[in-house]
């Protein structure tokens, strides 16, 4: 449900989303890509837009795009345009942006149930410093261009106003992301810039199917803050509004130290693009054996896999969702099941983002390579405890002991004798020994108090250093007082 | 070659002569030197040569202020390039280089190519050979008056809606504009893109041929680039036997001078005597061509000259903030006519006019385009007198630009279609207030990619047409 909105009003939500390729180099010159290089030390005439050099598009890039368009279910234009969109700012070298306009590269693709209205590649802005306390251009005494990120290509997705709440923006996003990085095609670190999301954010009242007048927020740097700066504009919305006040159309800037929405300078965005078609580049023509190509690359992506894996290979929604937005603990999980074909796929899951995270978390979540854990191991150790050779218990302790010095479950059951006792004549004796010598709770478990049996269990276990089946020693135990 | 002087030698047989040990390519470099470091018409910014230690096999090249070339001044005629060295060569200027032959200077021109009489450059205007009251032609008109006046063996020029014809024409020597992507555009400072195409010029088709030759060709570099397809062979055909000529009548009837039409008859005639058709054609809408392309080019020139706001290069006037330094940086950097185009340009392309005016003059361009391609159903060329009068004088269309403007009325068409045209001399007339006899130009147009069926028809007719004056002054002088 919205957050803070009263039950009336209904949030209507849109992302933009600029994601960076991760190319060798840039959308329209030979320079190399970079991050945290020195400034300017990327450049040439071309992405400093000396007189007369010319755009030359990256293959590559155009790969990406095309790979990112349909892991958006999109459908991808057999021939797009590339548009100048004119404006001044000393970021944007050319004083005008290659992006695309009216013919985009992808459009009417859908994600998680979230329309995706276009998809369309264009090139990144430099960047720049502001000499000064405001870190702003009003009032700096100067201004630095680093022209190291000009010209990095960028995908800008674009979806319908399709979200119902800031949670689910996040929530999206966050699917979004994995999708994109899955694909390989980008770093999508946003602190880095590499993925950077806007959001436009209007309300209605509930039950209406007009759009309310839209604010975009600016440049969230992560998805906590854009759900908390969503939040905070529905509610500055919802406001307005109980007051009798319009909402107006604005770029708004959110900060996260203070919670507080800035408005943008409306000089900044008062702009008349000037949109024309880039007379230096033909039309964007993939051909079928390109878009093949990029069929045949795309990974299983987030949300088939998370379908798959309830669907047809019976794993709960919790640990399915995860393991689809967590590629290396699903490869882990592939690769168990390969490994012991008779290991029920529910089990391995719960193993794997149960117990096992738990103690990756406990190493502080190292790489899964970092771990000297391997998933046949793993499997081997999960099989054992699915088919009751080992107890829970030893298999929790057991994997402990993998995950900090990488021992062998299999080797380790077999030389310490670890094994779940099976024979129930063992156990039998050990019971009456334990009932014998623990006369107290016993007389107070067949007076009718139930619970004094777990000091019984306690005992039990103890003798048996963990082997038995928690449930095995509960059932003699109760067959011994009795209570059969 | 033996015992002709240097400067009557034709640039072609000037680089067989080098090429075969009878010249000294230094020695061929080092008298265009002294040529081009001499005129006085303004027709060069800055002369070298710049030999660059490479080999010299042929004429060194008088190249127009628009192509970058590394570590020289490069302009494009403007005051916002003032001191600005371009670090790299156009790619044009590298293939020069990589056939020997030398850049010998950059010659004057019309403020990023915006103009028809280079009265727009902001290092003052060049002067006519055959009438230093008057004007050579525009933008390339340093290029066009360097090489009437003997100042350079042949040069590079660009053409966007009659730059390289309309000087040639008016300077009396032979003007060649490819089809559009035959040569790179890299490195040739942008004006109006989808029209922008370099070309050459020379005293004789063969010459104009053969440096075009030189340059053109795919290149990576320029997305928009070709090439032309099978290259370029020197011409060699006497006569017009089997070839139609289609004569535009109904565009030809508005204002051309008497003289003008004079040499325009006769050369039609000298057409049927080679054994060539004439036949009337119809381009129904190559009238609306001037207002098409006087929407399309400065729409494209706003965007490609925003890149000049003094951040990066060229002129910067300081001032207290952001806003204000673009102001009088622009301001001051750049000359009347080109703000003239910038702000039309911004118009047509602004929120809600867009359609009005650039989306219109490109549905015009189509039309021109399908224009053409009837014509040439039926035609293998069509020819126009290339401009509607003789040079004028210094100062009489300045303050007039749509009478600037109509000196393109029959070149336009051909670069809003994208095809190929040459300019060659048909003779002398005078302009109709009297005065001395000036150079008239007849333009050949083919279909695109047919520039060898077009030199080779130029060549015959130039050789029948028999046009050998030259500028008191200029040649061998
Ligand atoms: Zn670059």
Known sequence: ?484 | MAGEPLGMLSACATGEAIGSGELDGAECLAFWAERAGDETLNAYLWTGPDDGGQRIAGAPVAVKDIFCTEGLPTTAGSRILDGYAPPFDATAVTRLRAAGLPVLGKTNMDEFAMGSSNENSAYGPVLNPWDRTRVPGGSSGGSAAAVAAGAAPWALGTDTGGSIRQPAALCGIVGLKPTYGAVSRFGMIAFASSLDQCGTFGHSVADAAELLSVVEGLDPRDSTSTGIPGGLSRPTASDLEGITVGVPRNFLEVGVEQGVADRFAEALKTVERLGGTIRDIELPHAELGISAYYVIAPAEASTNLSRYDGVRYGLRVPADDLVEMYERTRGEGFGPEVKRRIMLGTYALSSGYYDQYYGTAQKVRTLIVRDFEAAFSEVDLIATPTTPGVAFELGAKTSDPWSMYLNDLFTVPMSLAGIPAISIPAGLAAPPEGGPQLPVGLQLAAPAFAEQALIESAHALEAAIGFDERPEGGGDS
Not at chain 1, 227 to 245: C, F, M, N, P, Y
Not at chain 1, 395 to 424: F, H
């Open chain 1, 1 to 484: 449900m919205t957050e803070g909105l009263p039950d009336d009003l209904e949030a209507v939500i849109g992302l933009e989303i600029h994601v960076q390729l991760s190319t060798e180099t840039k959308m329209f010159c030979g320079c190399s890509l970079s991050f945290g290089d020195p400034p300017n030390t990327h450049t040439c005439p071309v992405c400093l837009a000396h007189p007369g050099v010319l755009p030359v598009p990256n293959r590559r890039a155009i790969e990406y795009a095309i790979q990112i368009a349909l892991a958006l279910g999109c459908e991808v234009a057999p021939r797009s345009i590339f548009h100048r969109k004119n404006y001044f700012y000393p970021d944007n070298p050319k004083a005008y942006q290659i992006s695309q306009y009216d013919v985009p590269l992808a459009s009417a693709g859908e994600l998680a149930n979230v329309r995706i209205h276009r998809a369309h590649l264009e090139e990144d802005a430099a960047k720049m410093v502001h000499i000064g306390e405001s870190g702003r251009i009003q009032g700096s005494s100067g201004s630095l261009v680093d022209f190291n990120r000009a010209g990095t290509p960028l995908v800008e997705i674009v979806t319908e106003p399709d979200i119902r709440s800031a949670s689910e923006a996040r929530e999206w996003g966050q699917l979004l992301r994995e999708t994109v990085r899955q694909l390989g095609v980008s770093d999508v670190n946003m602190e880095e810039g590499s993925l950077r999301c806007d959001a436009n954010v209007s309300i209605r009242p509930r039950g209406s199917s007009e759009l309310g007048t839209k604010t975009e927020l600016k440049n969230m740097n992560s998805f906590r803050f854009l759900e908390k700066g969503i939040t905070a504009e529905l509610d500055r919305q919802a406001g307005l509004v109980a007051s009798g006040e319009r909402v107006v159309q604005e770029t708004l800037h959110f900060d996260p130290g203070t919670g507080a929405l800035h408005p943008l300078r409306s000089k900044e965005e008062a702009h008349d693009y000037r949109y024309l078609p880039e007379p230096d580049l033909v039309p964007l023509a993939p051909d079928s054996a390109m878009l093949e190509e990029a069929r045949k690359s795309l990974p299983e992506l987030p949300e088939a896999k998370a379908k798959r894996y309830r669907d047809e290979l019976g794993i709960p929604e919790a640990p399915a969702e995860l393991l689809s937005v967590r590629a290396e603990l699903a490869g882990f999980l592939e690769a168990m099941l390969a490994a012991e074909p008779d290991l029920e796929p529910r089990v391995a899951a719960n193993w794997l983002t149960g117990e096992f995270a738990a103690e990756l978390r406990r190493k502080g979540d190292p790489d899964l390579s970092e771990v000297p854990v391997e998933a046949a191991a793993l499997a081997s150790l999960a099989s054992m405890a699915q088919a009751k050779k080992i107890s829970h218990g030893t298999a929790k302790d057991l994997l402990t002991r993998m995950v900090d010095d990488g021992i062998d479950p299999v080797a380790v059951v077999t030389e310490e004798d670890l094994g779940q006792l099976s024979d129930s004549s063992e156990l039998e004796a050990i019971v009456e020994k334990v009932v014998e010598e623990n006369p107290g709770p016993a007389e107070e478990v067949q007076a009718g108090n139930e619970k004094a049996i777990g000091a019984l269990v306690g005992a039990v276990m103890k003798e048996t250093g963990g082997r038995a089946d928690g449930g095995e020693v509960n059932r003699i135990l109760r067959q011994a007082l009795g209570l059969g």
